[in-house]
């Protein structure tokens, strides 16, 4: 006769706070008790065990992470212990630092978070930095990627199923004239990728496929060494189909020479909650070797097991 395995019920809050601070307690950290408190968490949890650990010791919970952890173990336990609206209103703001590959990350945030999502990740940017995001991104992007990044992190996207047919045909017109024309820039342009709800957007690109003979990216990719157009080809792949934009962020990162971690570490910490499932299978069926696997490969300690624990694996 199979037996079932029945989830164990989470302990208290309270015990959760108690066992952490026994965690940093005495000599040495244990990891091992970190990871499986808060890799075993979800949002909710976590930001209870914040109010309470804070209430309870009048310290918070991410300043003694910071002290007892180091490198990437210490980033991807604190980013996944954040609120999610502050851990983009983190990452933007590090982006907005950094004008480097960077600036796609300020892109993935706009365009991979619901409309409601982006929103929050303004107010906790807002809060946290005392400007906006907006202003930010105006005051250290320049020409075409400032009239992308702009409008993309200012947007508040129709979030329903609702499509206009005739107006997808009238802008896959307009778009594909100015991939023509190579006017990669345009206000049309960027105007329909930023503000169009995700639903409008790849109805216009499906009309585009089957009008143009192309897949829009194609079109996009005629110099391969031109940021801009990669920028504009990852926009189109974060509205249309996130789960391949984020294994190929992956493949790069762990296929290296050199694991890229900061990568690593935020696509598990932002997606293992919403759609790491649909990315796991997209990298296992791109590269035939699963995810956890390759993840083991690439990296060791903590830091491995607090991944795995993120992305699932029963045995974390």
């Not at 302990?11 to 066992?19: G, I, L, S």
């Not at 933007?92 to 950094?98: L, P, Q, V």
């Not at 005051?139 to 199923?161: A, E, I």
């Not at 050199?258 to 791109?286: C, H, N, P, W």
Request: hydrophobic share 35%; charged share 30%.
């Amino acid at each position: 006769m199979s037996t079932l395995t029945v989830p164990q019920p989470l302990p208290p809050v309270a015990d959760d706070c108690e066992q952490l601070r026994k965690a940093f307690a005495g000599w040495g950290t244990n990891e091992k008790l970190i990871i499986s408190i808060l890799g075993h968490r979800n949002a909710a949890q976590r930001k209870l065990i914040r109010q309470t650990y804070a209430e309870t010791y009048g310290e918070d919970l991410l300043k003694a992470l910071d002290r007892e952890l180091t490198n990437d173990f210490e980033r991807l336990v604190v980013l996944w212990s954040l609120d999610p609206a502050e851990r983009d209103a983190y990452l933007a703001n590090e982006a907005t630092k950094r004008w480097t590959s960077s600036n796609q990350v300020l892109m993935e945030i706009a365009c991979t978070r619901s409309p409601q999502q982006l929103l929050m990740a303004r107010q906790a940017y807002h809060a946290r930095y005392k400007k906006s995001l907006e202003e930010d991104v105006a005051h250290h992007t320049t020409g075409d990627f400032c009239k992308l990044l702009v409008p993309l992190v200012s947007s508040y996207r129709y979030d329903g199923d609702e499509v206009n047919m005739t107006l997808a045909k009238a802008e896959a017109k307009i778009l594909h004239e100015k991939i023509s024309e190579k006017a990669y820039g345009h206000e049309d342009l960027i105007r329909i990728l930023a503000t169009r709800s995700k639903a409008q957007v790849n109805a216009t690109l499906n009309h585009y496929k089957n009008e143009f003979g192309n897949d829009i990216n194609k079109d996009l990719k005629t110099d391969p060494k031109d940021e801009f157009l990669t920028i504009l080809r990852a926009t189109v792949k974060c509205l249309t189909r996130p789960e391949k934009y984020f294994e190929k962020v992956l493949r790069l990162a762990i296929n290296k020479r050199g694991t890229d971690e900061g990568a690593l570490t935020r696509v598990v910490a932002t997606r293992a909650e919403v759609d790491m499932k649909f990315i796991s299978e997209e990298y296992q069926r791109r590269n035939s070797i699963p995810l956890d696997r390759a993840i083991v490969k690439d990296t060791t300690g903590d830091y491995e097991k607090m991944l795995l624990a993120l992305i699932g694996h029963v045995e974390a």
